[in-house]
């Protein structure tokens, strides 16, 4: 891993996400882009006037992450440079993962009240969605450490490509951590079933600690929660596709708080197929 990419809007759950991924880089030796995407300021008058200029607002933003940089360097060894651009944050952000061919997209997200959960999160979410990259959203309260347990929630689909869990198996190994493949169900009904549904990942895995659990429940959130009382994770893992964990915490407002109210960051994988 060479590159991590961190979105800023100098929010607490973005500083947040910036120590994390600060973190991160210094263990594995990787560089830092610190990004700030932001709009271009116009009067409501009769005649729509620009009070500030692009390059104006690029270089006062340049500058405050400057600074930003400068106390973090205080305290961390690592390679870290600072870019701001106009434009919409998630098309601006994914544009410039693929720019600089991103390892890694380090987000952050805020827990939030039932009602604001339903619209806050866009930003994260929609990098997630569109994103070729893997992607880290780390809750505003999570707080790093050096990661020995990954969780990571199958949809038992499988993987066509098995570039799909590079990412997996590099983290993994970089910090030899012990994945355990959970696999979210409905309940069996008969002994086929479960057959099927015992995918074996040590192919694409092969020199990873891996073990294999079945969960059930209706509510992804709430199983989940209940098997992390079990297996004390520091990072969950998905695929998102159609129907799947991820696509669900997108969509679905009772399983979506699993994202923005616990404490372990989330890895969105890109799926290769």
Excluded: W
């Amino acid at each position: 891993m060479k590159t991590i990419l961190v979105p800023i809007d100098y929010s607490e759950n973005s500083f947040n996400a910036l120590h994390y991924a600060v973190n991160i880089a210094e263990h594995i030796k990787a560089k830092v882009v610190l990004f700030h995407v932001f709009e271009v300021p116009i009067t409501t008058t009769e005649m729509p006037v620009i009070i500030m200029s692009p390059d104006q607002l690029e270089g006062m933003n340049n500058s405050k992450m400057n600074e930003i940089v400068k106390e973090l360097k205080e305290k961390h060894h690592i390679d870290i440079i600072v870019v701001s651009t106009p434009g919409y944050s998630v098309e601006e952000i994914v544009r410039k993962m693929n720019y600089l061919g991103a390892d890694l997209t380090v987000l952050g997200i805020r827990g939030v009240s039932l009602i604001s959960e339903l619209v806050i999160g866009s930003v994260a979410t929609g990098v997630i969605r569109k994103a070729n990259h893997p992607v880290l959203i780390v809750p505003e309260h999570a707080v790093f450490k050096v990661p020995t347990k990954i969780l990571f929630a199958s949809d038992n689909s499988g993987v066509s490509n098995p570039a799909t869990l590079n990412f997996l198996k590099e983290i993994a190994s970089l910090f030899n951590c012990e994945v355990a493949i959970v696999n979210m169900i409905h309940k069996l009904e008969n002994a086929e079933q479960e057959a099927l549904l015992a995918i074996d990942y040590s192919s694409v895995l092969q020199g990873i600690n891996t073990s294999y659990h079945q969960i059930e429940g209706e509510d992804i959130a709430e199983s989940i929660n209940d098997y992390l009382t079990t297996f004390d994770a520091d990072i969950i893992v998905n695929i998102p596709r159609k129907h799947s964990f991820v696509e669900n915490i997108i969509h679905e407002s009772n399983t979506k708080k699993l994202a923005f109210h616990t404490h372990i960051p989330l890895l969105a994988l890109p799926d290769m197929d």
